[in-house]
């Protein structure tokens, strides 16, 4: 008996080697060919052997035209003999999965040596042999020669194994026809999604917007199982390329849930679906958590767990609301189905229950460009549905105003005759704050009337005074001087000439003839004077005013200013210096008498503030001019007291003052305000408790033709 068992056991390996898969023969013309029945496939469930561990042990021969390896976290050996009866020596092997994380090529030699090629998502993309997603291996097969290969794979995720082998031009000819096919399946994403991003920024209803996201990431997915995401837009990545098929399929779950919210209105109409997808939403954003701890069995499985329950879910939510009446959601019911009938056709292919051929390799790209059509009709319903709703909406509030016109008239009707009455009320408050306000701006301009009146008085009084006072003695030695003339006039008619002349000179002696010239000369000086100041005070007064000049001239702002100086002489408090710092200006256009007032208004404030808080302390006032990028720029700065904050805020407010009751009317700044604006100018206040106030005015060269 032990010899026996003995003898099987040494013709054991022998028996299995005659069952192996008979070599692939490749024969001249002969087409691409997919050579899944010639492979012998062996696990390594320890992940841990070699190719010279691996080569003695026992493979068992692939039944399917495409291996299925499914989702396991074992390392697959791939045993193939590949013999060339052509006139070829180079032909092509090309894996068409290019989701595989890492695939090595083992190619015998003559030699017992092996030629290593490795490929795979764990590498930069850089690294490939040939230009494209799927992992294509350049074979030198001599003539009439046999060649043993070996593929060592491993993948975190769902894992196939259609194998082909041809020549480079077939390879090339399969691959643009996949890649055409493809890119129509994209051109029709990107118009659906460009098409409603557009209809979203016109609208701003979200649904669009959140159509637009799953469909960017329905075409992604595509793009990822497909590998032209690791091809063409993160080729530098490896640890993406190895995550996005767990990661891409995440977002694309979450984005279709947000839009079928959206688009379903669930959260309005049907409350346990819209909470059902709440609790979808949560599984998925669970999904990254073993993505991003790289346990790719877990996430793969978990992804796809919780998409079949969320197929299932979402179905049963859009059969509900379709019974409920819910148009929408028959379009939506009709897209979904749709799509996943694609999808059972993609897991089943995956499961070996359907062949591996081009319907099933592309029916998730015919599914999901299906549901992206269907999906983009439905919205477009959805905008009819609101246009009738609207329409409804629009004759219904139709119906309701006319049934409130008529309430809405007799209402009016009253409400018309109460306004008739409060506008005869109103226009006559009108008047009366017309009428106040005249009468204040009138009481500001006779104050200032007056204040400037009492200051003409005082200066002219003087000179005046001076000439009156030098009068009398004038005409007493004028008179002394005509009474020495009719005595000499009387000489022809005295007898006794000599006695006359005696008693023209003691006339002389007496009345001091050399002390009156003296005095003349003298008086006629103080007249001569006193003329000369009342002349210089009615012309500064005449400046000042510009009486006959009301349009707009070229003045020269330092007149102006002197001029308001000497009106203002007698306001002058006797500590105050007044300073003057005028640089060269050139004239400017302006109406000379507002900015005088500007003048007389900003320098009485400041005399005032000064005189109000100390008469014995020595204060300033110093004026100065300057020029400044086309601008002439005044400044008027006082030692006075200086204004809080709170009050610098109000001082251009009509009526606003600090003086007592009956003392000012609080229209002065407000004027110089008006009269600065009228004059495209600005005015700025720089002052504080204990430092003074410094009020600079900027004023244009030239008043713009609109101002004028």
Known sequence: MFRFLALFLFILPGFLQTQAAAPFIYHKDMPLSRIGKYLEIYTDKTNHLDINQVRSLTFTPSKDNVPNLLITAHTYWVRFTISNQSDLTNLMLEVEYPTIDDIT???????????????????????????HQNYIFPLSIPLNSTREYYLKVRAGEQLQ???????????????????????LYVGLILAMSFYNLFIYLSTKDKSYLSYVSYNLFVGLTQATLQGYSFRFLYPGSP???????????????????????????????????????????????????????????????????VAAGASGAVLYVAVRMSRMGYSSARYFLLAWSIFLVSVMVFVLRNMNLLPYNEFTYYALQIGSGLEVLLLSFALAHKINVFKAEALEASQENERLVREQNVILEDKVNKRTEELRTSNEELSVAMKNLKDAQTQLVEREKMASLGQLTAGIA??????????????????????????LL?????????????????EI??????IDLEYIHEEIDSLIKGIEDGAVRTSEIVKGLRTFSRLDESDIKSVDLHEGIDSTLVLLRNSIPPNVKVIKNYASLPKIECYAGKINQVFMNILTNAFNAIQSDNHEKEESVTITTSEDNGQAVISIRDTGPGMTEQVKEKIFDPFFTTKDVGEGTGLGLSIVFSIIEKHHGRIEVITAPGEGAEFIIYLPMSIPVQAS
């Open 105 to 131: 090529l083992y190619e015998t030699q003559q030699d017992g040596t092996y030629k290593t090629t490795r490929l795979g998502e764990f590498t930069r993309y850089a690294n490939r042999l040939v230009d």
């Open 161 to 183: 194994l259609p194998i082909y082998v041809g020549t480079k031009e077939q390879v090339s000819n399969k691959n643009n026809y996949r890649e055409l096919i493809f890119g």
């Open 239 to 305: 640890w993406l390329a190895m995550h996005a098929t767990a990661l891409v399929p995440i977002f694309n779950g979450l984005t279709a849930l947000w839009f079928i919210q959206q688009f379903l209105l669930t959260k309005e109409y049907y409350k346990p679906g819209h909470r059902l997808i709440n609790i979808l939403l949560i599984a998925y954003t669970g999904c990254f958590i073993p993505t991003f701890l790289d346990q790719y069995i877990v996430a793969q499985v978990w992804v796809q767990l």
């Open 458 to 483: 005082h200066e002219i009084n003087n000179p005046i005074n001076f000439v009156t006072s030098n009068i009398k003695p004038l005409k007493l030695d004028i008179q002394d001087i005509r009474t």
């Open 486 to 502: 009719e005595k000499y006039e009387e000489l022809p008619a005295q007898k006794d000439m000599q006695q006359a002349l005696k």
């Open 505 to 510: 000179t003691a006339f002389k002696q007496q």
